[in-house]
């Protein structure tokens, strides 16, 4: 778990997992997370491959786009929860890209989305 600061809201986590399948956007934020602090920074492009990298290590936190080509990134958002995992789902097709139900209280960054917002969705762990 991320532990608290005292302003209310967590440190950075250290590890963070980006399941994206457009690299610009990818390296967009790779970069913003490793300007908050984050060390370390893994990116896949696929279901496959981002549960093979929770497999491999388990992220402290993660950002699913949630259209990845032809497939959706629900699998790896169960595979999260499970492990209890912290996560936000990132869009670019707002409100009409439905989310099952066990994730509609999830939070959701809409694309492109603000360094701000960015910055507190890491900061609180996905809550």
């Known amino acids: 778990m991320i532990p608290a600061s005292p302003d209310g809201l967590a440190d950075v986590p250290a590890d963070v997992l980006i399941v994206e399948d457009d690299p610009i956007i990818a390296i967009d934020f790779e970069?913003?997370?490793?300007?908050?602090?984050?060390?370390?920074?893994?990116t896949v492009g696929s279901v496959a491959q981002a549960l093979a990298a929770i497999a491999a290590r388990a992220p402290d936190f993660a950002l699913l786009d949630v259209e990845l080509g032809r497939e959706k990134s629900f699998a790896v958002a169960d595979r999260l929860t499970a492990a209890q995992i912290p996560f936000v789902f990132v869009t670019g097709y707002g409100a009409e890209t439905s989310i099952p139900a066990a994730f509609k209280a999830r939070p959701r960054l809409q694309k492109p989305c603000s360094t701000d917002a960015l910055e507190t969705a890491l900061r609180r762990g996905g809550a």
């Open 31 to 42: 970069d913003r997370l490793l300007g908050f602090g984050v060390t370390s920074v893994r």
